[in-house]
């Protein structure tokens, strides 16, 4: 009896050490299953978040997955070449050599360092490692090309369609039609696989994005709109239509538009080192000056440099007129930058700012000289015309006058009636009243129904032959300006001039009937006025 109650405390204990046992193994399955399920979650997000070229928020999800998981590892390649991290990203792609995914971005590595043939012979490798059930290989070696130079895009098309005989999948249509946009006539192919992977919940969003870059290429630029405000509406975690639209809206010199494009993308994107830089240049382009300043100083403060930063600076503080630290920027700019890499705008500048130094103005030229020599531009007049007003600003009319001139000798099409106006007066206020007189023919010539053009040969002619009233040899361009205007009244101001110089030279000439018509003009318009009413009373 005692043993038989012995033996079933015994199967009893039993019993409940296996009831436990169950447990916890239930329970350890169940935390490997939810690790297991955490993970893999976990890498979509990241592959999600490179496919949205936002590398380093991948990287800070892949790297504690990728020393056991090829997978990982091979995002974790991928976001270093977005990075452009190349050793880098071989370094890793090599922890895996074995792995078709890896060897894959080992071929990318090659492509980017010109070794296409060894690049085709490890994707070669890696195709011969699909099978029906697994058609990856097949995606990883036409991505390669895809994503990469050096390769022959007809190939990845082959491999891609070979890899949707076993299943088409969004990565695999967005693929393709990527690959398509490098083939000469592709894009309409291109087209009808971004909307295949349209359907794709998943792949919509960056579907609807590369719809719209496809119809920006295109210039249909409704549509391309369209496009990427389904794919913001899809997504709104996706910032990459924000950056096409602010790329887009910066090439059309759209800068107010460009910068409110560049802070959505900035407040959805990793906000890389480029995207920041980008962005203080827009709020250059956009006027937004101290703002483009202190956004570049924030940069350098964190250890960001790079030459051109400076010039971005120094052009916002030449616009600040905070002229003294823009040329201590620009002298660091030329310090730190590449002679081959200096634009004509570098010197245009520098120049302007030697003339806001009253011991260096005559340096300018010489700068202004070294701009022009380097613009490879056909249409140079933009540039002519912002030294000639840069000239004007400094009141060294003369000097203005020459450089509109060139304006006028370039024969360029953007030639305007006022280049001739401004070349002529310049040189008038500068006292080469001969040039100024030429340049006011040629003017007068071309445009013989603009008024101003004769009024400042009168001008001129007065100033230069007859000073003195004596000679009358204004007298006929004068009057043909005021048949011109039908004697405005709103032209005030060169009505007087024009009155007293005609008033003038007639009563000194003894021509008293003009004297006296000029003069009874003049006082209308000028009661009171000293010159017509001494000539009046003398005539009385």
Not at 161 to 175: C, D, N, Q, V, Y
Request: positive net charge; glycine residues 4%; contains cysteine.
């Amino acid at each position: 009896m005692h043993r038989f109650i012995a033996l079933k405390k015994i199967r009893n204990i039993k019993q409940v050490e296996m009831r436990n046992l169950v447990k916890k193994t239930s329970l350890l399955f169940s935390i490997l299953c939810l690790s297991y399920f955490a993970q893999a979650q976990t890498l979509t997000d990241a592959v999600k978040l490179y496919q949205y070229n936002r590398f380093e928020s991948a990287k800070n999800i892949l790297i504690p997955l990728a020393s056991g998981d090829p997978m990982a590892n091979y995002y974790l390649g991928l976001c270093e070449i977005g990075l452009e991290n190349y050793n880098g990203a071989k370094a890793i792609f090599q922890k895996f050599p074995d792995d078709p995914a890896n060897q894959a971005g080992i071929a990318r590595i090659f492509f980017i360092e010109n070794k296409a043939p060894e690049a085709m012979s490890m994707l070669n490798s890696v195709v011969g490692k699909a099978k029906k059930k697994n058609y990856f290989p097949l995606q990883y070696a036409a991505d390669a090309i895809t994503y990469t130079d050096g390769g022959d895009p007809n190939m990845a098309v082959e491999w891609y369609k070979k890899a949707m005989e076993s299943e088409r999948t969004g990565p695999l249509h967005i693929g393709i039609g990527d690959v398509y946009r490098k083939i000469q006539g592709g894009g309409g192919n291109a087209m009808t696989n971004y909307e295949y992977a349209e359907q794709i919940p998943a792949y919509a969003s960056l579907a609807n994005f590369k719809k719209g870059d496809l119809w920006y290429a295109a210039k249909n630029y409704d549509s391309a709109l369209s496009n990427y405000a389904r794919a913001n509406s899809l997504d709104e975690s996706n910032p990459l239509p924000y950056k096409a639209l602010a790329d887009a809206y910066y090439n059309i010199k759209q800068y107010k538009l460009s910068k409110e494009n560049i802070e959505k993308y900035l407040a959805l994107s990793d906000k890389s080192i480029d995207d920041q830089i980008q962005y203080a240049n827009t709020l250059f382009l956009a006027k937004e000056y101290q703002t483009a300043v202190n956004k570049m100083q924030e940069l350098i403060g964190k250890g960001v440099e790079k030459a051109y930063m400076y010039r971005v600076i120094a052009f916002s503080q030449l616009e600040l007129k905070d002229y003294a630290n823009a040329k201590m920027n620009m002298d660091k700019f030329f310090k730190k930058q590449d002679p081959k890499k200096v634009i004509p705008l570098d010197y245009i500048n520098y120049g302007k700012l030697m003339l806001k130094d009253s011991l260096k103005k005559g340096e300018a030229n010489s700068y202004f000289e070294k701009g022009i020599a380097i613009d490879t531009a056909s249409d140079k007049a933009p540039t002519y015309r912002s030294i000639a007003e840069a000239y004007n600003d400094a009141e060294e009319y003369l000097n203005s006058g020459i450089w509109y001139k060139k304006i006028i000798d370039s024969n360029s099409p953007s030639t305007e009636a006022v280049d001739y106006w401004w070349s002529g007066v310049m040189y008038y206020y500068g006292k080469d009243y001969a040039n100024a007189e030429a340049v006011l023919n040629t003017f007068a010539e071309k445009y013989p129904a603009e008024p101003t053009a004769i009024l400042w040969q009168a001008r001129t002619i007065e100033t230069s032959k007859d000073k003195e009233y004596k000679n009358g040899a204004a007298t006929e361009k004068y009057k043909n300006w005021l048949t011109m205007i039908n004697e405005d009244p709103a032209k005030k101001k060169d009505l007087i001039k024009a009155y007293t110089y005609l008033s003038l030279s007639a009563y000194n000439m003894n021509n008293k009937t003009d004297a006296l018509l000029y003069s009874n003009k003049l006082i209308a318009i000028d009661p009171g006025n000293s010159v017509a009413t001494q000539i009046i009373s003398n005539l009385k």
